[in-house]
Nanobody, 123 residues
């Protein structure tokens, strides 16, 4: 399985952006998926996770109410709708896939990672 993230860019505070992550290869193996981010000089942190059906989700407190995660299994694509963006959301965003159904908030819970897409929010 390979993951390709896209949709990053430069936006102003308060704007919206939608990230996408497409799985290629044996995508049928993918169960839970997640988004993580890494800001300059900081460690990678959990953003959101979703189960295979898309019904169960879990978000980091810092993004609750502003970010919405979804997936379209027919298109093998994961999304992260980001609204009311803040400068502190600036980071490289990574999508990740797990071959298990557990909604992990830790990076070790994922088996495959995308290459990351940069989101920059100016004040």
């Amino acid at each position: 399985v390979q993951l390709q993230a896209s949709g990053g860019g430069l936006v102003q505070a308060g704007d919206s952006l939608r990230l996408s992550c497409t799985a290629a290869g044996r995508a049928e193996r993918v169960s839970a998926m997640g988004w993580f981010r890494q800001a300059p000089g900081k460690e990678r942190e959990f953003v959101a996770t979703i189960n295979r059906s898309g019904v169960r989700k879990n978000y980091a407190d810092s993004v609750k109410g502003r970010f919405t995660m979804s997936r379209d299994n027919a298109k093998n694509t994961l999304y992260l709708q980001m609204n009311i963006l803040k400068p502190e959301d600036t980071a490289v965003y990574y999508c990740a896939a797990s071959f298990t159904p557990y909604l992990s908030t830790g990076a070790r819970g994922y088996d495959v990672w995308g290459q990351g897409t940069l989101v920059t929010v100016s004040s």
